[in-house]
Nanobody
Framework: VQLQASGGGLVQAGGSLRLSCAASGRSFSGYAMGWFRQAPGKERDFIAA???????YYTDVMKGRVTISRDNAKNTVYLQIDSLEPEDTAVYYCAINWGYRLSTWSAKNMDYWGKGTQVTVSS
């Protein structure tokens, strides 16, 4: 199983980015996909997730500034981030899980992780 995240980079405050994460190696039918982020010296925070049926869940970490979506045919999950702030600087990780209710997701109960993509926001 491989999760390949992309789309990170250096952006000015107020800008936008669209992160992508493509999964491969097995069937992910029924699996939920989502995003976390981790800033230096901090815990990995859950941002949002989307079920295989398209139900979405957002935490308060970036709520109102992110939109999660997925393309099941491509086994790909996306995270659109708007109004970026310097405090959003972090490594963004995609993850996959089967079984946990989206609202109970945490960094401790994911089945698969991507390697992460760096997002740096300059002021």
């Amino acid at each position: 199983v491989q999760l390949q995240a992309s789309g990170g980079g250096l952006v000015q405050a107020g800008g936008s980015l669209r992160l992508s994460c493509a999964a491969s190696g097995r069937s992910f039918s029924g699996y939920a996909m989502g995003w976390f982020r981790q800033a230096p010296g901090k815990e990995r925070d859950f941002i949002a997730a989307v079920s295989s049926g398209g139900t979405t869940y957002y935490t308060d970490v970036m709520k109102g500034r992110v939109t999660i979506s997925r393309d099941n045919a491509k086994n790909t999950v996306y995270l659109q981030i708007d109004s970026l702030e310097p405090e959003d600087t972090a490594v963004y990780y995609c993850a996959i899980n089967w079984g946990y209710r989206l609202s109970t997701w945490s960094a401790k109960n994911m089945d698969y992780w991507g390697k992460g993509t760096q997002v740096t926001v300059s002021s």
